[in-house]
């Protein structure tokens, strides 16, 4: 065992690490939250339910990584509101008219 005396490291000089400041707009892009309001608008308007699931997941994933909330909580809420009508639409909406042939 090494003793005390001997010990090069210098306890009153460390300091906890800081992570520096980066401004709102410097942050890198939140593409899951943009894939997002992507499936989130096919799924709302083709009807797709697909694409309304994927939406639904891929906003969780940018709520669960979101880094400035007044910047992506809008996208994240937006993304989600169209996962949630194209789920809607798909699953209690009017279903389309199948033509019978008599």
Same mark, same amino acid.
């Given at each position: !065992?090494?003793?005390?005396?001997?010990?090069?490291? &210098?306890?009153?000089?460390?300091?906890? *690490?800081?992570?520096? !400041?980066?401004?709102? &707009?410097?942050?890198?892009?939140?593409?899951?939250?943009?894939?997002?309001?992507?499936?989130?608008?096919?799924? @709302?308007?083709?009807?797709?339910?697909?694409?309304?699931?994927?939406?639904? =997941?891929?906003? @969780? &994933?940018?709520?669960?990584? !979101?880094?400035?909330?007044?910047?992506?909580?809008?996208?994240?809420?937006?993304?989600?509101? *169209? #996962? =949630?009508? #194209?789920?809607?639409?798909?699953?209690? #909406?009017?279903?389309?008219?199948?033509? &019978?042939?008599?």
């Amino acid at each position: !065992m090494a003793s005390q005396s001997n010990d090069p490291r &210098q306890p009153s000089a460390a300091r906890p *690490f800081r992570p520096s !400041m980066i401004p709102p &707009q410097d942050l890198p892009i939140d593409y899951s939250g943009f894939v997002a309001v992507i499936f989130g608008v096919f799924g @709302a308007i083709f009807r797709h339910k697909v694409c309304s699931w994927l939406a639904i =997941i891929f906003s @969780a &994933q940018s709520l669960a990584n !979101m880094r400035s909330v007044e910047n992506e909580l809008k996208q994240t809420s937006m993304a989600m509101m *169209f #996962g =949630i009508m #194209g789920l809607v639409t798909n699953y209690m #909406g009017v279903a389309p008219r199948q033509n &019978q042939k008599k």
